[in-house]
């Protein structure tokens, strides 16, 4: 009897043992997959932070770089603002040396022509009918209804070259 008993008590431990055992198991299997994601988790990281210490030196590089073209731009700035100061200065002295001579009313300059008979004479406005076909204008221009005649003074004529043309078919 005390082998019987013995023996259920060592059953009942055996049992228990065996469920705790089982409990064990899971628990461990829980942590094995909560070891690998987290494992994963860190090679995730690992890698982006690799990725991310590699563009900060590709940006430090690029800031070097653009640094240095700032101060090429900038040197390159510094002398086209001293010649342009030079060329500023070099034309007020060559307004001054043309002003030599003149009174501060004279409003001549260089290539200044006062014509003022060529500029206030310019012909008459000519009206011309639209039935009526003038051998002197253009075909195109005889179907207007209205065609105005106009000569500008010589003046502005002889700026605007392409307009002149013009004029002179009318």
């Not at 590699?54 to 010649?83: F, Y």
């Not at 012909?123 to 195109?140: D, E, G, L, S, Y």
């Not at 209205?146 to 078919?169: C, D, E, G, H, Q």
């Amino acid at each position: 009897m005390k082998m019987q008993m013995n023996l259920s008590a060592s059953r009942r431990t055996y049992q228990e043992l065996y469920e705790e055992s089982i409990k064990v198991k899971k628990e461990n299997c829980v942590t094995l997959k909560k070891i690998n994601l987290v494992e994963k988790e860190r090679d995730e990281l690992a890698e982006k932070s690799l990725e991310k210490n590699n563009m900060v030196q590709e940006l430090i590089e690029m800031n070097s770089s653009l640094k240095d073209c700032v101060l090429k731009l900038t040197k390159k700035l510094n002398q086209a603002n001293v010649q342009l100061k030079n060329f500023s200065s070099g034309t007020s002295k060559v307004g001054k040396m043309f002003s030599i001579g003149h009174s501060d009313g004279n409003k001549r300059g260089l290539g200044f022509k006062n014509n003022a008979s060529v500029s206030t004479s310019s012909k008459k406005v000519m009206f011309i009918p639209a039935t009526q076909n003038n051998p002197t204008i253009p075909a195109a221009l005889n179907k207007v209804n209205l065609v105005v005649a106009f000569k500008p003074p010589v003046s502005i004529k002889s700026k605007f070259s392409k307009f002149n043309t013009y004029l002179s078919l009318l």
